[in-house]
């Protein structure tokens, strides 16, 4: 599938072949390097988690509600 083809799909498709690339390029762990800026993003956010600055929700939720966003 050329590029013009990708940009001619809707979103949902879009956000789908996203995931299914993802899934493809993450199964082993050991290949994928996080950037240095993550770490301390992950650090920051575990703070502000223990200062009940941070709302959580379910793994699921969330991506259901970053789906509708894009439909």
Same mark, same amino acid.
Do not use: C, Y
């Given at each position: 599938? =050329?590029?013009?083809? $990708? +940009?001619?799909? %809707? +979103?949902?498709?879009? $956000?789908?072949i #996203?995931? =299914? $690339? @993802? =899934?493809? !390029?993450?199964?082993?762990?050991? $290949? #994928?390097?996080? %950037? =240095? @800026?993550?770490?301390?993003? !992950? +650090?920051?956010?575990?703070?502000?988690?223990?200062l009940?600055? #941070?709302? #959580?929700?379910?793994w699921?939720?969330?991506?259901?509600? !970053? +789906?509708?966003?894009?439909?």
């Amino acid at each position: 599938m =050329s590029i013009a083809e $990708l +940009r001619q799909l %809707p +979103r949902r498709e879009k $956000l789908q072949i #996203v995931e =299914s $690339l @993802w =899934s493809d !390029l993450s199964a082993d762990e050991s $290949l #994928v390097q996080s %950037p =240095s @800026w993550h770490g301390e993003e !992950l +650090r920051k956010t575990e703070e502000d988690f223990k200062l009940g600055k #941070v709302q #959580v929700i379910d793994w699921e939720a969330a991506k259901r509600n !970053l +789906r509708k966003q894009f439909e």
